[in-house]
């Protein structure tokens, strides 16, 4: 296993030099943001990208990620065209050598939060989910403050998505994700990398939107798709999790997934439920996820991919991008390379 620590460019608060830092961190999980959705990657990009990160003694290890374009998702008749670039993106992270492309297949909005700063009784803060918060959000104005998306998009822009949606039912859009699979994946293969498929966040539809990423079962469907093994998963922990009979089944699913090799990358990170369709982030040690056992079963079936440690909380005064300060993720990471290096 690779303990590896997401870093958003340049804007991002937290220095490479203070994540090269932390123990057993030697791989970086990034992306080229200012490249928009729909628009292929250059080479230039990339290994612009990956000799910045090369300065601090880190190594650009996981694509996370190259955004889906809506109209891919949607079916719309320019999909081939978009696809074509995707895959070229594709092409020149191969060429780089970086082995792994985490992406998501969520409508409009990516990973999704009502909270950003929930306080906690010990004076943390954590994002948190909560359904009756997010019924009240009124999105005429566009997509506002809130996190999870590749792209901003005006209230006109988002009514026009959410229209279009209309016709795009749960089946639909695994029909979709079908013909994307089928032209991506061997082009991953050729190109020398792993796709790494995002389960949903939250795993439930939101503001009348299908999500079809929300369980194992969706995971082995995936892979059935497009059987290859380029054609893999996230094991996302706090993502499942976020749905209580899915914390539950996550060590069996790490275990089924994993057995099949088809666990490329994985996110830990642990939620508590505090209502239906309701959690907020946790601790890495303490929540609905059993962490150990999840990691246990990766270990038993044979994982050796990167892992990184998934939002935390800001702590110690710390001021950053929600979940994404330096303080908590890096006690997460430890916390993960002491449960791996305990359990082996």
Known sequence: MRMTFRWYGSDDPVPLEYIAQIPGIDGIVCALYDVPPGVAWTREGVEKTCEQIGRAGLELAVIESIPVHEDIKIGRPDRDRLIDRFIESMRVVGEAGIPVICYNFMPVFDWLRTNLALRMDDGSTALSFAREEMDRIDFSDGTGELPGWAAAYSGDELAALR?????????????????????????????????????????????????????????????????????????????????????????????????????????????????????????????????????????????????????????????????????????????LLGLWHGLG
């Not at 699913?253 to 959690?279: D, K, L, S, W």
């Open 163 to 335: 229209a279009a949606y209309r016709d795009v039912d749960s089946e639909q859009l695994w029909d979709n994700l079908g013909y994307f699979l089928e032209r991506i994946v061997p082009a991953a293969g050729s190109a020398g990398v792993k796709l790494a498929l995002h389960p949903d966040d939250p795993p439930w539809p939101v503001a009348g939107l299908p999500r079809i990423i929300t369980s194992g079962n969706a995971f082995e469907r995936v892979i059935d798709l497009v059987d290859h093994p380029a054609n893999g998963v996230t094991l996302c922990t706090g993502s499942l999790g976020a749905d209580p009979q899915e914390a539950r089944d996550l060590p069996e699913t790490a275990r089924r997934i994993g057995e099949r090799g088809r666990i490329h990358f994985v996110h830990g990170r642990n939620v508590r439920t505090t209502g239906e369709q309701a959690f907020h982030e946790s601790v890495h040690p303490f929540g609905d996820v059993d962490l150990a056992a999840v990691l246990r079963a990766l270990q038993e079936s044979g994982f050796d991919g990167p892992m990184r440690p998934d939002h935390g909380r800001m702590i110690w005064g710390e001021r950053g991008r929600p979940g994404y300060g330096l303080y908590d993720r890096a006690l997460g990471a430890t916390y």
